[in-house]
């Protein structure tokens, strides 16, 4: 059975799909160079908070997991 872990999405595959979007929304703007930074820490940040919330939920819950 995989770790906990192993459930989760990948954090760099996430991470790459964060930023792709952040790209493509940037290259949407008339200044795109200057844009994507911000966007780029946007996107990140919302998924390493995605992760954190997601790592905590399951370690809480894993207490009224059925042993495998």
Do not use: I
């Amino acid at each position: 059975m995989p770790s906990s872990a192993g459930r989760l999405a990948h954090p760099n595959k996430l991470l790459h799909l964060a930023l792709n979007e952040a790209e493509a929304l940037a290259w949407q703007t008339e200044y795109p160079h200057l844009v994507f930074p911000t966007l780029a820490l946007e996107k990140a940040q919302a998924v390493a908070n995605w992760l954190t919330r997601q790592r905590s939920m399951r370690s809480e819950h894993s207490a009224y997991a059925f042993p495998a």
